[in-house]
């Protein structure tokens, strides 16, 4: 049971122009939602959080919404650079204790064409 | 550079076998889990240590085994390999990002390749 969904394996957009990442998810337990950014041959890399509580949160070019009632996590980023061309994972978090267990989907691949 | 450190970075081997992979979390981190990635697939979580003791358990085969040491880095023993256990190993370890955020901070991998 694929408790995260990225639905869409693949993006491709212009340069300065917006991606939008969709992720979607079924349990409504999680209390944070994170974006990972993955490079080739690299570990993934943290980039944007947002608590359950919340509904937008922005850091720079990156903003990532948050729709509870339709269980709806986004990801824009605007304008894009070539530079953002990676695979962007959406992860969903649910709080053990004083630890984290991190639910993954399978991830996108945004090409930024310059 | 996360703080996480993995070797080796890539392991070429045959079906059968058995190989450690080695993960060292960031400095004060006392929590490991270990991912794999295999082509096509996200993230699969496999097994988590905290201060040397088992934690969590993912999907993880009963031919892996893990541990975490004293010294709380940690080795990740995949035995009688198979071909479909080719994939991406990740390592990472617990830490706190901007705001609070309770997240994880990975290695740069393991690519392991059985042939």
């Known amino acids: 049971d694929q408790q995260v969904k990225q639905n869409s394996p693949s993006l491709s957009v212009q340069e300065g122009r917006i991606s939008i990442l969709n992720c979607d998810y079924t349990?409504?337990?999680?209390?944070?939602f994170l974006w990972y950014k993955k490079y080739p041959a690299e570990g993934p890399t943290f980039l944007i959080s947002?608590?359950?509580?919340?509904d937008k949160n922005e850091d720079g070019r990156f903003t990532v919404f948050l729709n509870k009632s339709a269980k709806h996590l986004s990801l824009h980023i605007v304008p894009s650079q070539p530079g953002d061309s990676a695979v962007y994972f959406c992860?969903?978090?649910?709080?053990?204790?004083?630890?984290?267990?991190?639910?993954f989907g399978k991830g996108i691949t945004l090409s930024v064409r310059p | 550079d996360s703080g996480v450190t993995q070797t080796p970075k890539h392991l070429i081997t045959a079906t059968g076998q058995r190989v450690t992979l080695r993960c060292s979390p960031r400095?004060?981190?006392?929590?490991v889990y270990w991912y794999q990635q295999s082509l096509d697939q996200g993230l699969q979580f496999l097994i988590q240590?905290?201060?040397?003791?088992?934690?969590a358990k993912g999907n993880i085969l009963e031919r892996f085994s893990a541990q975490q040491f004293p010294d709380l880095h940690s080795e990740l023993n995949l035995s009688s390999l198979e071909l479909g256990d080719s994939a991406l190993y990740f390592c990472?370890?617990?830490?706190?990002?901007?705001?609070?955020?309770?997240?994880?901070?990975f290695g740069p991998g393991t690519r392991l390749t059985v042939l």
């Open positions: 992860a969903a978090s649910l709080l053990t204790g004083a630890n984290s267990k991190l639910t």
């Open positions: 349990n409504s337990m999680f209390d944070y």
């Open positions: 947002i608590s359950s509580i919340k």
């Open positions: 400095s004060g981190d006392l929590s």
């Open positions: 240590y905290y201060n040397g003791e088992e934690r």
């Open positions: 990472a370890s617990n830490g706190l990002a901007g705001g609070g955020v309770n997240t994880q901070y």
